[in-house]
């Protein structure tokens, strides 16, 4: 049995309940959690939440993405998630969604203001965008990189979706409806006097995205 399997099922119950609240559309979204200094856990490419064990939650080296547990294959968001954990040695988890809001806004490519006190201090001062790249790409994650900020905790990944980090995974599950809140927010005072948010809109709800859904 694995040390990190208590870990690995906290891995699977916030999956579930990211499901449950929606922000998990399908096989799409993926999450990670620091081990150790050295670890970190990722879901794996592919699989239904609802079926996943302990085992299947790959465990990889944060350095070289090097895995040395798991039964799947790990997320093509690895390096994404890899470089966010290595940027920010005080966040513990990252989360990527596809949620419905804030994905609207990122195909918007602008950023968020966070101006409610709580919410800067889980999300920082803005939630950033990075500019498009192939998911699961070297290009992406170069790209990430460039953005990756110390008062940023949350980015739209432009076109794709959102990715966020936070001291625990509990703390990461409610940053991801703090976005989705201030995503809506967004549109509800803007969406009237912008025919382009409205366009952004229709291209969400026909399911237009560029980018299809990746673990």
Request: include cysteine; proline fraction near 5%; aromatic fraction near 4%.
């Amino acid at each position: 049995m694995s040390r990190f399997t208590l870990q690995k099922q906290q891995v699977i119950d916030a999956c579930l309940t990211l499901a449950e609240s929606g922000y998990l559309a399908g096989t799409g979204g993926n999450l990670s959690l620091r081990l150790t200094p050295e670890l970190f856990a990722v879901t794996p490419s592919g699989a239904d939440y609802y079926s996943l064990r302990p085992d299947d939650i790959c465990v990889l080296r944060l350095d070289s993405l090097v895995q040395v547990e798991g039964t799947l294959k790990p997320s093509v968001e690895s390096a994404m998630h890899a470089a966010m954990l290595r940027h920010k040695p005080g966040m513990q988890a990252s989360v990527h969604t596809h949620q419905p809001m804030a994905s609207a806004i990122a195909l918007l490519n602008t950023a968020l203001p966070v101006t409610d006190a709580t919410d800067r201090a889980a999300l920082g001062e803005r939630i950033a965008i990075v500019p498009y790249a192939p998911s699961g790409t070297v290009f992406l994650v170069h790209r990430f990189k460039q953005c990756l900020s110390d008062t940023v905790q949350a980015y739209l990944l432009k076109n794709h979706g959102v990715i966020c980090a936070a001291q625990s995974m509990g703390e990461a599950i409610r940053n991801v409806g703090r976005i989705e809140a201030i995503s809506a927010d967004f549109l509800r005072r803007h969406i009237d006097g912008s025919a382009h948010l409205a366009a952004a809109l229709r291209t969400l709800t026909l399911n237009a995205l560029q980018e299809p859904a990746v673990r």
